[in-house]
T-cell receptor
Framework: DAKTTQPNSMESNEEEPVHLPCNHS???????IHWYRQLPSQGPEYVIHGLTSNVNNRMASLAIAEDRKSSTLILHRATLRDAAVYYC???????????FGTGTRLKVLA | DAGVIQSPRHEVTEMGQEVTLRCKPISGHDYLFWYRQTMMRGLELLIYFNNNVPIDDSGMPEDRFSAKMPNASFSTLKIQPSEPRDSAVYFC?????????????FGAGTRLSVL
């Protein structure tokens, strides 16, 4: 299974953009890139996912490098509610199996 | 929709006792997943089902753990006998069979403490 590498923690000021990086140098051509986040004392929740092209939704944007060996989750304006652990996950096409890494703990400062 | 419902939310038991965790997936979801989360090992997939049939149980730690899905709206994860190292938060998740847009919806989890 391809692995992901993320920084252990990051800090951001409230209402500023946040860029959360993820390296996945062993990604295969058909692996999807998923991002989930886990708020304190809750289960993980879906944020966004993509395959090759950049993606936007109401929660965030996902920028995928041209060689797909890295990606960045972008929160356009961080709020205190965005403080969570963010997981970057690779999912092989044809499977429903997620391999969670250690994630990035995002702290948002008021 | 109420989302994925897990019960109980907290369980405290003594070593050697049987523990049963329960999960009700979102109606219409064909896939159901059981995860375990600990500080040491993070989030681990234990087993997942498709249409009530176990597809991959390679993450089940040992024979003390068993999971069943008797129907589309109910699943159980059983530990017998329980040990202190089984203490963790256990999550259930469900998803639709949309391979290109697979989103897993997680329950709130069951926090298990084995004394």
């Amino acid at each position: 299974d391809a692995k992901t590498t993320q920084p252990n923690s990051m800090e951001s000021n409230e209402e500023e953009p946040v860029h959360l990086p993820c390296n996945h140098s062993t990604i295969s051509g058909t692996d999807y890139i998923h991002w989930y986040r886990q708020l304190p004392s809750q289960g993980p929740e879906y944020v966004i996912h993509g395959l090759t092209s950049n993606v936007n939704n109401r929660m965030a944007s996902l920028a995928i490098a041209e060689d797909r060996k890295s990606s960045t989750l972008i929160l356009h304006r961080a709020t205190l509610r965005d403080a969570a652990v963010y997981y970057c996950i690779l999912r092989a096409s044809g499977t429903y199996k997620y391999i969670f890494g250690t994630g990035t703990r995002l702290k948002v400062l008021a | 929709d109420a989302g994925v419902i897990q019960s109980p939310r907290h369980e405290v038991t003594e070593m050697g006792q049987e523990v049963t965790l329960r999960c009700k997936p979102i109606s219409g979801h064909d896939y159901l997943f059981w995860y375990r989360q600990t500080m040491m090992r993070g989030l681990e997939l234990l087993i997942y089902f498709n249409n009530n049939v176990p597809i991959d149980d390679s993450g089940m730690p040992e024979d003390r753990f068993s999971a069943k899905m008797p129907n589309a709206s109910f699943s159980t994860l059983k530990i017998q006998p329980s040990e202190p190292r089984d203490s963790a938060v256990y999550f259930c998740a469900s998803s639709l069979p949309l391979i290109g847009k697979n989103i897993q919806y997680f329950g709130a989890g069951t926090r298990l403490s084995v004394l």
